[in-house]
């Protein structure tokens, strides 16, 4: 299947049935999953499996999507969505992690690929080794920070072609550590050499409007009070459920 094809069929598949804000419910049928007809592909099956445990992951809920066409062709991705939990999902929001992501993925990256063309050079000359993006979204309607929210990111799925989780309690062999740092100096150099198109004499930045999201630093504090006040209600409801009604006066 072409890639733009591909493209479609994620977009199709999340935009139509609302995946989202479904996943959980979805990845508890296992390998019943849903079938459903989406225009262009006919019949798709979708299964959906939980991609990481509980504490895997800050920022994020992962899955392993896989969708089967009536000829019985599959296609894998790896799927990113606002945590299920009220108080992580307050964190992400606060730090606006998917706007940024998604904005790196969709304006910034194919920007440094482009800067590198102009200079004659390819992904083989500096390697830039991220996944194939597929679909995102940014849900900026009242329900973005709730468990409604269409907020996602469908990725490449590359546990199929081999690659895996490192175990965090072994840590990475220093031939691992050397390649990830490798590949954090390509980008690195490569945002740094973008960046200096846009230095003002002033020593100020003019970078375009899409690539706003990389160029405003965060207030801790302004953020820490902003998840605060969101969680604050969840917080308590813990600690009176854990039996601490002394705390409520």
Known sequence: MAEFQLTDLWKGIYEQERVASRIIEIAAKKEEGITFQLDGFGEVKLV??????LGDNYM???YYNTAILSDGAHYKAFVKVLPNN????????????????????????????????????????IPLKVPRICYTNLDTSEAAGQAESSTVLV????????????DKRQGCTKKEAMMTLAALANYHALSHTWLKKFKNQDGSYSVPSAFDFAMNPMDIDDVMYGMLTKTITTFAKLLEHLGHHDLFG
């Open 48 to 53: 959906i499996k939980a991609a990481s445990g």
């Open 60 to 62: 994020s809920d992962t």
């Open 86 to 125: 009220p108080v992580l999902r307050a964190g992400a929001m606060s730090f606006g992690v998917y706007s940024r992501e998604i904005g790196s993925y969709i304006s910034f990256l194919p920007a440094l690929r482009e800067m590198m063309s102009e200079h004659g050079l390819t992904s083989d000359d």
């Open 155 to 166: 990725m490449e799925e590359l546990s199929s072609q081999g690659f895996r989780m490192q």
